[in-house]
């Protein structure tokens, strides 16, 4: 089970700013997004854009595997627009 942060468009999105969720333990960052996207089908508009914190380091969507710990941290972030 790990911890998933929504922030910004995507807490929009999912309707909620966090959750456990039951994923494999090993699993790539497209495999993961996949899992969310399944719970919360909305999140799925942002997909090209959304970056991953997985302990606090950025993962890009693809094929890298990931290993998560019990209670690990996955962030969900949207881009952020400024200036």
Known sequence: QV???YFARS????????ETLSVPRQITSLQLWEEIVK????LAVIQDQVVFAVQQEYVLLGDQLLVLQPGDEVAI???ISGG
Do not use: T
């Not at 807490?11 to 966090?18: H, I, K, P, V």
């Not at 719970?39 to 909305?42: N, W």
């Open 11 to 18: 807490a929009e999105l999912a309707g909620l700013r966090s």
């Open 39 to 42: 719970v919360h089908p909305r």
């Open 3 to 5: 911890s998933v942060l």
């Open 77 to 79: 972030i949207p881009p």
